[in-house]
């Protein structure tokens, strides 16, 4: 029922990007059958030929990957990519490569070959010199040859031909598999179990842990929800606690498994994720530390482009990692997250908001979601829980009905504020405690929410975040104070 290949069409400069050897590798050593990537090798780049900058034999360097290379000399000769392609189709243990030769401004005199052809215009001269030596019809200015719309009707004719016996494929492997086929529209559709993800069993938390703990004790939980659910870790998945313990590993020996072992490849797994979520059928997540999603930011910045439902499992989210120091300290990152568009940012303040931070990734079925979690463990409030859901909330309120200081904050420093409240309390300071996970869905509350969590005519405001303090502001306003890392 579900039997197709996947395909890529390549060039110079994207065989020159890290991510290329990163996803390559990782292929070959899947032994994705499946996958046929047509190599567009005309040496030529922006600069120039591709000499200046890249040398290497690609076709051994994929052979090295593991990867089965067949080469075209002529770009042109329309059967001879068809006959490599029907080659790499009988290939089904490893990938291939088809490296097609091809001429930069092919037939273009002044163009033909040379760099100018990859981003100018050919211009109204060049397209009529070009149409001139190919012996193309010089009128109208933009003439379509009635071959090439035979040669299209035929194609959508056997699209639509295609289209109906893989119809009525299906109603017969409904017929026979009911219950298979059932479970397929279920996946396909993107839908999931909101009643499950509802119980007290999934909020459910008992003691102080961190973020991370939680997520990963929840990531099981879904795992017993959610039957499609698919993610791993760019090798850290015992430090992200990113495995569903019930389920075994995607290998090459073995299909079956949902646990994904991306190695040290940050930028090609948020990229493979992302594939993975475009094809439809799985929900995914994948997970690194948070200082390393400078190197995902590529990716992640297509799944929202995109409206990919990709969930990040981001980790060791502060000053508090622990002994690899200020390489693995975070400081703009959660910033630079915030900013993307489309994005849903949380930073939960301990498990249960950890919980209402898978529930909106998984739920939400329109854009990817960022989950920012500690290493170190956590208090376990009473009063938080699905109000987080709204991004901001009142975790805990003063003696007065209009307080006179409200201290806002996300993920671990809420800890400190709601201390420093009981002290400020002390000291006959009426002091609300605020916990905003989620700058995005808490700026999407209608106004009269916003103004009963924080009301404007209270202007002594303390945001406190181990982070860069750039986003803060606008809720603290000109009166009030950021205590933040911004050195």
Request: charged share 25%; hydrophobic share 35%; with cysteine.
């Amino acid at each position: 029922v579900v039997d197709h290949h996947t395909y890529a069409i390549v060039g110079d400069g994207c065989l020159m990007e890290g991510i290329s050897g990163e996803a390559s590798s990782l292929a070959g050593t899947l032994e994705l059958g499946k996958l046929i990537v047509l190599y567009d090798s005309n040496n030529i780049s922006i600069e120039g030929n591709t000499d200046i900058a890249f040398r290497e034999d690609v076709a051994k360097r994929y052979e090295a990957y593991g990867w089965q290379v067949l080469k075209v000399s002529d770009g042109n000769d329309i059967d001879a990519i068809s006959k490599a392609i029907d080659e790499a189709k009988a290939e089904d243990v490893k990938p291939t490569l088809i490296i097609v030769k091809n001429v930069i401004g092919f037939g273009c005199p002044s163009k033909q070959g040379k760099a100018s052809a990859h981003g100018e215009p050919l211009g109204a001269d060049n397209i009529r010199a070009m149409k001139e030596n190919l012996g193309w019809k010089l009128e109208p200015d933009f003439y379509v040859p009635d071959e090439v719309y035979r040669n299209m009707d035929e194609y959508i004719k056997e699209g639509q031909a295609k289209e109906e016996s893989w119809n009525d494929l299906f109603k017969e492997y409904k017929n026979a598999y009911p219950e298979l086929a059932s479970e397929y529209e279920e996946w396909m559709s993107g839908k999931v179990n909101v009643e499950a993800l509802e119980s007290e069993e999934f909020w459910s938390f008992d003691k102080s842990i961190a973020t991370r703990q939680s997520s990963g004790m929840l990531i099981n939980r879904l795992a017993e929800i959610i039957p499609n659910l698919i993610g791993g870790s760019a090798d850290l998945a015992p430090s992200n606690k990113t495995n569903m313990d019930s389920r075994g590993d995607f290998s090459a020996e073995d299909r079956s498994g949902s646990n994904l072992h991306f190695g040290v490849r940050e930028h090609a797994m948020a990229a493979i994720t992302n594939g993975i979520q475009a094809h439809g059928g799985l929900q995914t997540y994948c997970s690194t530390f948070f200082v390393f999603s400078d190197y995902m930011k590529g990716a992640m910045r297509l799944s929202a482009l995109m409206n990919l439902p990709v969930t990040y499992v981001l980790t060791h989210d502060s000053i508090g990692v622990g002994e690899d120091g200020p390489t693995h300290e975070p400081i703009e990152q959660l910033a630079a997250l915030r900013s993307v568009p489309n994005m849903t940012v949380f930073r939960p303040a301990d498990s249960k908001e950890t919980a209402a931070a898978w529930y909106y990734a998984v739920t939400n079925g329109k854009t990817p979601t960022s989950l920012v979690l500690t290493r170190q463990n956590l208090p376990l409030y009473k009063e938080s829980g699905k109000e987080a859901l709204k991004g901001g909330y009142i975790l805990k309120d003063g003696t007065k009905e209009t307080p006179d200081v409200i201290l806002m904050a996300s993920g671990s420093e809420v800890e400190l504020i709601y201390k420093a409240a009981d002290e400020l309390e002390g000291k006959g300071i009426s002091t609300r405690v605020v916990s905003i996970p989620s700058f995005e869905l808490f700026d999407a509350q209608d106004e009269e929410y916003k103004e009963s969590v924080m009301p404007k005519c209270v202007r002594s405001r303390v945001a406190v975040e181990a982070l860069s303090s750039f986003g803060w502001h606008k809720y603290t306003g000109l009166d009030g104070e950021v205590i933040s890392l911004d050195t």
